[in-house]
């Protein structure tokens, strides 16, 4: 049975500081995914990363991926209060046909002025 | 597009009622799915769908139904509601064949409360 451990589950940041988010899984997989729910809202697809070294960025928001150590980063860049959220990993437990996700946790991230 | 939608967006529900929570996407996805999500738990999935006229159980499928009479809709039924079953209902999509790369689309959400 495949297991996604996010970690930290709670995270306080300050404005301008760099933190990195951790998802880990226990089962070979090439497809991860991070996602992104406000507060009573539904989730915002924020990156796919299909493959070992996969690299993505958009904005304040760094993911990579390492298949081999089964892991995934989620890095912060000088956060600012609009990235305050629940971020949350998932992993493809279908090997490979994208059609079934498992979830972690989700990280909940509050940026305080 | 509307993406994906979901009706209804709230509901009580007492001990042992019924119900169908209505999933429709615009998008020709051929893939739907129903997650529930619970404080702390994260997204767990309930059941899915690869296609018009098939379902599969996911990690937590006691006490719903399914069905996907039509590729755009996917239904959820609770035949007998318990308190357990309160929580916040999501339904999402995703795949196309044409391709490579995609990732699921979620709908607004459903919040249940089971008295």
């Known amino acids: 049975e495949l297991k996604v451990e996010q970690n930290p589950l709670f995270l306080s940041m300050q404005e301008g500081k760099n933190y990195t988010i951790y998802c880990n899984y226990s089962t070979t997989s090439d497809r991860l995914y991070w996602y992104r729910q406000d507060p009573g809202k539904s989730l915002e697809s924020l990156f796919v990363l299909l493959s070992n070294g996969a690299v993505k960025q958009e904005g304040r928001l760094m993911a990579s991926l390492d298949t081999k150590a089964r892991l995934s980063t989620l890095h912060i860049t000088a956060a600012v209060h609009d990235l305050s959220a629940t971020y949350f990993c998932a992993v493809d437990s279908s090997g490979g046909s994208n059609y079934k996700l498992t979830f972690g946790k989700g990280t909940l991230l509050t940026v305080n002025p | 597009n509307a993406g994906v939608t979901q009706t209804p967006k709230f509901r009580v529900l007492k001990t042992g009622q019924s119900m169908t929570l209505l999933c429709a996407q615009d998008m020709n996805h051929e893939y739907m799915y129903w997650y529930r999500q619970d404080p702390g738990m994260g997204l767990r999935l309930i059941h899915y769908?690869?296609?018009?006229?098939?379902?599969a159980k996911g990690e937590v499928p006691d006490g719903y139904n399914v069905s996907r009479l039509k590729k755009q809709n996917f239904l959820l039924g609770l035949e007998s509601a318990a308190p357990s079953q309160t929580s916040v209902y999501f339904c999402?999509?995703?795949?196309?064949?044409?391709?490579?790369?995609?990732?699921?689309?979620f709908g607004p959400g459903t919040r249940l409360t089971v008295l």
């Open positions: 769908s690869v296609g018009e006229g098939t379902t």
């Open positions: 999402a999509s995703s795949y196309v064949p044409e391709l490579e790369v995609d990732t699921q689309y």
